[in-house]
């Protein structure tokens, strides 16, 4: 099984400021990784699969990057709406797919 | 696309249950269904998927044996079910739609179902 580890745990931050989540497989993965948003009360959003695609309808603030076992997640000038939990997840292998532990990123 | 799960339900442990998904704006039979295990505060968990087309199911190695999906392609309906509950199976489960059959991470996914087993 492939475990994702994300780093860090929890991000304070402001409105404004650009934030960077790390996303790290204990094994290659290629490009078949995918982030979501996660917000309470709702089901997660697709932000970016493929490592670096943004989803249909995401915002050009949010940008993906990375190859292999090492992958980040950037969204730039964080709006208020964006106060969330983001999870990675590899699709390379499987079963089963694996999810990271999430990013809580709050005020 | 929309996904539509059933409603919440409070169970005793050692009871059964089924949980559906009701899929619509797609061709149902054309895409794989998953289903995810939400524990708040502890993340997301994959356990299973099945193509509505031949109801082929896979499954998490963490999960198998102790649920069931299955599809009824008449009314494009998936369903996770348990034949004895555990109060570790308190969570939310989501359905989800892979996006294709080789790019297999979740478009869409339904609003939640929450299952509370308690005595």
């Known amino acids: 099984e492939i475990v994702m580890t994300q780093s860090p745990a929890t991000l304070s931050v402001s409105p404004g400021e650009r934030v960077a989540l790390s996303c790290r497989a204990s094994?290659?993965?290629?490009?078949?990784l995918a982030w979501y948003q996660h917000k309470p009360g709702q089901p997660p959003r697709l932000l970016v699969y493929?490592?670096?695609t943004r989803a249909t309808g995401i915002p050009a603030r949010f940008s993906g990057s990375g190859s292999g076992t090492e992958f980040t997640l950037t969204i730039n000038s964080l709006q208020s709406e964006d106060f969330a939990v983001y999870y990675c997840q590899q699709y390379h292998q499987w079963p089963p797919f694996t999810f990271g532990p999430g990013t809580t990123v709050d005020i | 696309v929309q996904l539509v799960q059933s409603g919440a339900e409070l169970k005793k442990p050692g009871e059964s249950l089924k949980i559906s998904c009701l899929a619509s704006g797609y061709t149902f039979n054309k895409y794989w269904i998953g289903w995810v295990r939400h524990l708040p505060g502890r993340g997301l968990q994959w356990m299973g998927m099945?193509?509505?087309?031949?109801?082929?199911?896979r499954y998490s190695p963490s999960f198998e044996g102790h649920v069931s999906i299955s599809a009824d392609r008449s009314i494009n309906t998936a369903y996770l079910q348990w034949s004895s509950l555990r109060a570790s199976d308190t969570a939310i489960y989501f359905c989800?739609?892979?996006?294709?059959?080789?790019?297999?991470?979740?478009?869409?996914w339904g609003q939640g179902s929450l299952v509370t087993v308690s005595s």
């Open positions: 989800v739609r892979f996006a294709t059959m080789t790019r297999l991470f979740y478009d869409y």
């Open positions: 094994q290659s993965v290629s490009s078949d």
């Open positions: 493929g490592a670096s």
């Open positions: 099945i193509d509505p087309g031949d109801s082929d199911a």
